[in-house]
């Protein structure tokens, strides 16, 4: 199965942006987690969600701003990114993971797409 992000872009701080997480193929079995990497700086978990996606755990740095959420019907995750901030500026992946609930370390995941970027600059 092939990830494929979308959605990135440059927004002004306190912006909002939304980014997709498609599949090629269906993931209605497996969590689905978004990272990020911004220069410089090792890749860290953003957020995740379980198959049925009743269950999301967040990073603390966006917890109360994004908002994972994940269409089965779809092959789709997104990921609903509000009250950016520069330090928000990064690669953004999706990757899935056999495990239901993953968490958000990265090794757990097995399946990763190519990334979309996101600037926050004003």
């Known amino acids: 199965v092939q990830l494929v992000e979308s959605g990135g872009g440059l927004v002004q701080p306190g912006g909002s942006l939304r980014l997709s997480c498609t599949a090629s193929?269906?993931?209605?079995?497996?969590?689905v987690g978004w990272f990020r990497q911004a220069p410089g700086k090792e890749r860290e978990g953003v957020a995740c969600?379980?198959?049925?996606?009743?269950?999301?755990n967040y990073a603390d740095s966006v917890k109360g701003r994004f908002t994972i959420s994940r269409d089965n019907a779809r092959n789709a995750v997104y990921l609903q990114m509000t009250n950016l901030k520069p330090e928000d500026t990064a690669i953004y992946y999706c990757?899935?993971?056999?495990?239901?609930?993953?968490?958000?370390?990265?090794?757990?995941?097995?399946?990763w797409g190519q990334g979309t970027l996101v600037t926050v600059s004003s």
């Open positions: 193929g269906s993931m209605p079995n497996s969590g």
């Open positions: 969600i379980e198959p049925r996606g009743r269950d999301t």
């Open positions: 990757a899935t993971s056999e495990w239901h609930l993953p968490g958000l370390a990265d090794n757990l995941y097995d399946n």
